[in-house]
């Protein structure tokens, strides 16, 4: 079974401030990974994808097989990445469906 | 944006009512998907389409249904609204490309 797993709902941090949103997956192939943001009332986009290996607005995510983790970080946050952050997974059969994880809400102060 | 738009984009409606929720795409993907929204839930899939008449259940599709009669537009049916279909309700996309998926800017469905 494909499964996503964000162990945080809230991460609240400082301006200025590393961060790093934990996301964990089970699945038994080789998995796509994706990282979706939503901003306040906004529709989800598409931050990263673990196979593009790209940083976008600062951020970027490594997919650690052996742990079986793609965690999203960021050196020095903004208040203005204070959004939804949903982990998803593909599996490497079958239809294109995502799993998404329940979301991390990310909050920067100032 | 992808070309993708919901319709409407609130609705309230009391329980035991259908209600129709439209998504239209203007640039002819094969793949189009209804997902929920619900706090401490994340996303979760409805139902999905591969083609025009062409459908299949997801994760939570018990009393919903689906129809796509043109590659265009996906309809969510909700065939007798309860309160616990009360929820904030995305369409997709899928390019196939890439695999990811490109979202509407949802509904927000109220049940009372």
Known sequence: ?????????????????????????????SPELFWYVQYSRQRLQLLLRHISRE????????????????????????????AMYYCALKGNTGFQKLVFGTGTRLLVSP | DAGITQ??????????TPVTLRCHQTENHR????????????????HYSYGVKD???????????????????????????T????????????????NEQYFGPGTRLTVT
């Open chain 1, 1 to 29: 079974a494909q499964r996503v797993t964000q162990p945080e709902k809230l991460l609240s941090v400082f301006k200025g401030a590393p961060v790093e949103l934990k996301c964990n997956y089970s699945y038994s192939g």
């Open chain 1, 55 to 82: 940083s976008i607005k600062g951020f970027t995510a490594d997919l650690n097989k052996g742990e079986t983790s793609f965690h999203l970080k960021k050196p020095f946050a903004q208040e203005e990445d204070s």
């Open chain 2, 7 to 16: 319709s409407p984009r609130h609705k309230v409606t009391e329980t035991g």
């Open chain 2, 31 to 46: 793949y189009m998907y209804w997902y929920r929204q619900d706090p401490g839930h994340g996303l979760r899939l409805i």
């Open chain 2, 55 to 81: 459908t299949d259940k997801g994760e939570v599709s018990d009393g919903y249904s689906v129809s796509r009669s043109k590659t265009e537009d996906f309809l969510l049916t909700l065939e007798s609204a």
């Open chain 2, 83 to 98: 309160s616990s279909q009360t929820s904030v309700y995305f369409c997709a996309i899928s390019t196939g490309s890439l």
